[in-house]
C-alpha cells in the first residue's frame, strides 16, 4: 500500500491520482520551473482552509491560481490587452499576473483572500502542465513550505516540511528557475511590479514598458493587516541561523554562501553560488544552499555580494528577508 506523504514519479497514473485527490479536496504537491507548490482546488473553500492550515499561512495572504494556459486564465480573471500581451510573451513561465477576478471566476474567496483580484500564471514544468491539465480546473498553490520558511527547490524539501500531511508529492527533479515567480498587479491604471522573481524586469519592461516597485513608494494603501504581496511580510524565507549580507570576509564560525571567484577564506563551510557568476546558476542554487548552510553547526550564515541585475534583483530580496532578524516580525 502507498503511504500518505511519500514521494512519487510523476508517471502518467501518478498524476490521474493526484487529479483525482485534488478533485476530492486533498493536498498535493507538485513541481513548478520556480519552487513546488502545495496546491489544493482553488474553487473549494474546505480544501484551500486545509492548505492554509498545513502552512500555518496567515489568512490573509492571497494564493496565487495555476492554471493551464491563456485561455484557462481567461476563464479565471479579467485580462486586458497589456495581461494578454505579457502571457503570450511569457506563458507559460514564471509570471504571476494580479487582476480583476471574473464572477463564478473558479477561484473561491477563501483562496482570494477576499480581495477582488485574482493572482495567475500557467507554470511551465511539465508536470504542473500535465496535472492542470488533467484536473481541468485552477489550482490554488503557495510554495510549499511552511510560512516564512525558504522555498522548496526539490521534492525532498516539500516531504521534510509536510511528510504525512499531504496525500502526495510528485517529483519533477530539481526546479529550473529556483526562485518564485515574478508576480505584476495590473489591476491598476500602472502596472506594478508586487515581487521579483524568475523573470527578470527587463523583459518584461520590454513588453509592457516601465514598472513601478513597491520600493518605489508608488502604493500608499498598503496597510499591515492586508500584505498585498510577501513583501510585506518582512522575515520571509528565513533560515534559522543569522545571515550576513554584502561580507567581504569571513566572521569566526561563520559559513560563507559565496558567489564568483573571488572567495575569501576561513568559513566553517563554504557554498559557491556561482563561481563563475552566473545569475541563473545562482538563482537554481539559492533556496537549496540556504538550507545545506543552515542545518551546519556555523554560528551564522555570510553572504557575498551579488550584483542586482536581472535576477539579481530578485535573489538580493530573498537574501534581504532572509536577513531579517527574528523578532517582532512574521
Ligand atoms: O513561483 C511561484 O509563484 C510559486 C509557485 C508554486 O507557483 N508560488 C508562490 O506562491 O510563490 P506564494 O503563495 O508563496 O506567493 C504568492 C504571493 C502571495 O504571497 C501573495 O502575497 C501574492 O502572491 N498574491 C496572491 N494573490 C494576490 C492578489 N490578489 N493581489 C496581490 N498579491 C497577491
Ligand atoms: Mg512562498
Redesign the pocket.
Known sequence: MRRKGRIDEPTEAAIARAAEALRAGALVAFP?E????LGADAGSDKAVAALYAAKDRPRF????A?VADLPAARAVADFDTRAEALAHAFWPG?L?L?LPARRDGGVCLLA?AG?D???V?A?AHPVARALLAEVGGPIA???ANHSGDV?PTEASHVADAFGDEVEMILDGGPCAVGL??T?I?LSAPKPVL??P??LPRVALEEVIGSLHSLADGFITCLSTDR????GQLARHYAPRLPVRLEAQEVEPGEALLAFGKDVPRGAAETLNLSEQGDLVEAATRLFAYLRRLDRTAARGIAVMPIPGDGLGEAINDRLRRAATPHEGTS
Do not use: F, K, M, Q
Open positions: 513548478t520556480t519552487v513546488y507548490g495572504n492571497p494564493l496565487i495555476h514564471p504571476t494580479v482570494r480581495l483580484t485574482v493572482a500564471r507554470p498553490a503557495p510554495s522555498s518564485e515567480s508576480i498587479d508586487l515581487r522573481g524568475g500584505p498585498t504581496a510577501p
